[in-house]
């Protein structure tokens, strides 16, 4: 985690010499279920112990934001009554959640921010809803008497997403950021939003993530694209069943997906047929894990790598790659994390196999594209909290 008196340093450097109050948020992994959450399906992420701290302070103007981006050395001032809000993709995060807060009633007025990250960029780890959580973290602080929901704050972040960062994500990393708790992953039912802790602790294995440092970027076209493919489905399946109820992909069957095949054509099939094999893949998942069985866990993650490579088709090569080094080393388990175009694969792999797996992928994957894979051992965090 970010060291307080960094931060600390930085606010008081950057505004008028006063401190504020301190909070931080962490990033995500995601052991299995991967774009299964705007689908209404399952997850099953854990937080980190890598995120944003962010120190916040009421500045007593009606409506002025000054923010600074400690790691990007890049001070933005801007109005809340500005329609058009910031032009830095980082302060829009921060305009935002303010403008959502203020739609929930939050009487959000001016305040001096300064925040600083250990989560990596654009890897997976969800470093856009550490931020979302951390600023609707000291915004219910320092104006909503911290009335505003855990809940709240999660559809917020995800609405700062939809509304000003321009990605329709669904509400699995900012639900991790916001519930996640030390040890624990959680196993969320995105369609009724009822979660578990499950203590996650494999004896014998460990997780690590291998970032391929090709930089992930998911505003634009290519996530929001599958999602579209999503509904067209379930669109089609829907006029096909009047008599039925069919939100997401969650509601509909594999006969139900195959009868629409010829009409949705088959890339959006295709994209389908990964989500319905995703959905069934958590919850078998889930058994191994009570059962300990981490083989079958593993290979699950395997399928669904391939099923995120070719079906869904949100890999690239060098992800693919650390893939197969994978299986090539005998690791129980591996695959892209996260949204994908990029980022890291998540590994399990047996104790007793990481350090030659870690120094084969290392070498391997530099002498091909000329630079190491950076080595992330998983610490699971605890999620969105004030610190001082
Ligand atoms: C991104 C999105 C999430 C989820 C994942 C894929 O991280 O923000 O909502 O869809 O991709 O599982």
């Keep these: 985690m970010i060291d307080i008196e960094f931060v600390r340093s930085r606010f008081i450097k950057h505004f008028d010499g006063k401190t504020g109050n301190v909070y931080t948020s962490p990033g995500r992994i995601n052991l299995i279920g991967e ?4 689908n209404g399906g399952f997850v099953f992420p854990g937080a980190v112990d890598k995120g944003i701290t962010a120190e916040m302070r009421v ?17 933005v001032d801007f109005k809340l009554s500005d329609p058009a809000g910031p032009k830095a993709s980082w302060a829009r995060y921060i305009y935002g959640i303010a403008k959502e807060f203020q739609k929930l009633g939050v009487p959000v007025k001016g305040f001096n921010i300064a925040f600083a990250g250990d ?10 809803a550490a931020m979302e959580s951390c600023f609707a973290c000291g915004l219910n602080d320092l104006f909503g008497e911290n009335k505003v929901s855990q809940w709240d704050i999660v559809l917020a972040g995800q609405a700062t997403e939809h509304n000003y960062c321009g990605v329709n994500c669904g509400i699995m990393d900012q639900f991790a950021s916001v519930f996640g708790k030390a040890g624990c992953l959680m196993r969320l039912d995105c369609r009724s939003r009822e979660f578990e802790y499950f203590p996650f602790k494999p004896d014998g294995y ?26 067209n489905v379930v669109k089609a399946i829907q006029a096909k069943h009047p008599e039925g109820k069919f939100e997401t992909l969650r509601d509909c069957t594999w006969e139900q997906l195959d009868e629409v095949r010829a009409e949705v054509g088959e890339e959006d099939y295709t994209r389908a047929h990964f989500v319905l094999g995703e959905k069934d893949r958590v919850l078998a998942v889930c058994d191994a894990l009570l059962a300990g069985d981490y083989e079958t866990v593993g290979q699950k993650m395997f399928e669904t790598h391939y099923g995120l ?18 299986k090539e080393n005998g690791v129980t388990g591996s695959r892209i994390m996260g949204g994908g175009f990029g980022g890291c694969t998540i590994n399990l792999v047996r104790a007793d196999l990481y350090q030659k797996f870690i120094a084969d992928a290392k070498q391997k994957f530099a002498a091909k594209y000329g630079h190491e894979p950076e080595v992330i051992d998983v610490v699971i965090g605890d999620g969105s909290r004030k610190l001082c």
């Excluded at 774009?35 to 705007?38: K, L």
């Excluded at 500045?59 to 001070?75: F, P, Q, S, W």
């Excluded at 060098?318 to 080094?325: A, G, H, R, S, V």
């Design 119 to 128: 989560v990596p960029l654009g890897a997976g780890m969800s470093s856009s």
């Design 206 to 231: 460990r997780l690590v993530l291998l970032n391929s440092k090709v930089k992930h970027e998911l505003a634009g076209s290519p996530y929001n694209d599958r999602r579209n493919s999503c509904e």
């Design 35 to 38: 774009h299964t959450d705007y």
């Design 59 to 75: 500045n007593g103007t009606e409506d002025t934001v000054m923010a600074y981006a400690i790691d990007l050395k890049d001070r």
């Design 309 to 326: 490579s070719k079906e869904y088709e949100v890999s690239c090569e060098e992800l693919d790659y650390l893939n197969d080094l994978a």
